[in-house]
C-alpha cells in the first residue's frame, strides 16, 4: 500500500507564496508519476491536475493556469515531493492533493491510483 501525506497549507495574501510537501511511503520503483490535483470550493467542483512530474523521463508538466508560478520537485533520498506555489492569486484557493501511480502521468484524476488526504490552501486579494 502507497500512503502519500500532505502538508504545507495555510492562508495567505494575493502575491504570497507556499511550499507544499508530500510524503511517500513504499513508493520505491525507477519510474513513475506523482504529482497535484486540486478542488476548487464550492458545490460540483472537479479536481482539476495542477503539476506533475515523470521520474523516469525528467519531465514536468503544469497546467496552463499555474504555468511559470509553481514548480514541482522531488526530493529522492528523503522520499518528498513539494509543491512551491509563487505569486499566488485568489483562484488557487482550494483542497491541493497529492497523487501518484504507475502508469504514467494524465490529467484526468481518475487515471491516479494513489491520493493524499488533502491540505487546504486560502488565497485572499
Known amino acids: 500500500q502507497v500512503q502519500l501525506v500532505e502538508s504545507g497549507g495555510g492562508s495567505v495574501q494575493a502575491g504570497g507564496s507556499l511550499r507544499l510537501s508530500c510524503a511517500v511511503s513504499r513508493l520505491a520503483y525507477d519510474a513513475f508519476c506523482i504529482g497535484w490535483f486540486r478542488q476548487a470550493p464550492g458545490e460540483e467542483r472537479e479536481r482539476e491536475g495542477v503539476?506533475?512530474?515523470?521520474?523516469?523521463?525528467?519531465?514536468?508538466y503544469y497546467a496552463d493556469s499555474v504555468q511559470g508560478r509553481f514548480s514541482i520537485s522531488r526530493d529522492k533520498l528523503k522520499n518528498m515531493v513539494y509543491l512551491q506555489m509563487n505569486n499566488l492569486k485568489p483562484e488557487d484557493t482550494g483542497v491541493y492533493y497529492c497523487?501518484?501511480?504507475?502508469?504514467?502521468?494524465?490529467?484526468?484524476?481518475?487515471?491516479?491510483?494513489?491520493w493524499g488526504q488533502g491540505t487546504q490552501v486560502i488565497v485572499s486579494s
Open positions: 497523487v501518484a501511480d504507475l502508469n504514467g502521468c494524465s490529467w484526468k484524476s481518475d487515471e491516479f491510483q494513489w
Open positions: 503539476a506533475q512530474m515523470y521520474t523516469g523521463g525528467n519531465g514536468h
